[in-house]
């Protein structure tokens, strides 16, 4: 069965520092690879994508993540955070069904 | 392009009650999920509607069920509703199975 971990629950950061947010997958062959955002009280927004091509993948708010099929991960980065960054990441995989299985999430909390 | 549209963002049921949650998909899309997301669980996949046929499902018992109408508009159901369904319920439509899903606000259920 597919899965998706996300190894950290919790990252605080301060402002103007990198994070790295990190996800380790198991799946089949072919992998659609997704990163959301989720503010509180509101739903999932799609951050990144990696369906095929180039193994790194950019958002348009700086970050990045890289597909790397011998480790099977997909890790979020961004060179620098914002206060606005503060922020649930969850990483997912789409299944054998087409449905998303998600992570745990990690809860990023950025420190002026 | 409107967004996904969840209605009603928040409701309180009793015990035992039913409820019906309405989600309106982005326009062309196909394609309707429903997850259900708690601090326990995390978000999981309950079903996924497609042309109006139940294409796949997750793992719920049968008080949970949903249906999909011919302009794609998704609605799902909860019969007897216990404590433990209390929940954010998170509807994502895309425009075929694997590709990326976008979410809609999310509808708040507290069971009394």
């Known amino acids: 069965a597919q899965s998706v971990t996300q190894l950290d629950s919790q990252v605080p950061v301060f402002e103007e520092a990198p994070v790295e947010l990190r996800c380790n997958y198991s799946?089949?062959?072919?992998?659609?690879l997704f990163w959301y955002v989720q503010y509180p009280n509101q739903g999932l927004q799609l951050l990144l994508k990696?369906?095929?091509?180039?193994?790194l993948v950019e958002s348009i708010n700086g970050f990045e993540a890289e597909f790397n099929k011998s480790q099977t991960s997909f890790h979020l980065r961004k060179p620098s955070v914002h206060i606005s960054d503060t922020a649930e990441y969850f990483c997912?995989?789409?299944?054998?069904?087409?449905?998303?299985?998600f992570g745990k999430g990690t809860k990023l909390s950025v420190k002026p | 392009k409107a967004g996904v549209t969840q209605t009603p963002r928040y409701l309180i049921k009793t015990r035992g009650q039913q409820v019906t949650l309405s989600c309106s998909p982005i326009s062309g899309h196909r394609s309707v999920s429903w997850y259900q997301q708690t601090p326990g669980q995390g978000l999981q996949f309950l079903f996924e509607y497609f042309s109006e046929t139940q294409r796949n499902k997750g793992n719920f018992p049968g008080r949970f069920s949903g249906r999909q109408f011919s302009n794609s508009r998704s609605e799902m159901n909860v019969s007897t509703l216990e404590l433990g369904d209390s929940a954010l319920y998170l509807c994502?439509?895309?425009?075929?199975?694997?590709?990326?899903?976008?979410f809609g606000q999310g509808t708040r259920l507290t069971v009394v």
């Open positions: 997912a995989v789409s299944g054998d069904q087409g449905n998303l299985i």
């Open positions: 990696y369906l095929s091509g180039s193994t």
């Open positions: 994502a439509s895309s425009s075929q199975g694997r590709s990326e899903a976008f």
């Open positions: 799946s089949s062959v072919s992998v659609y």
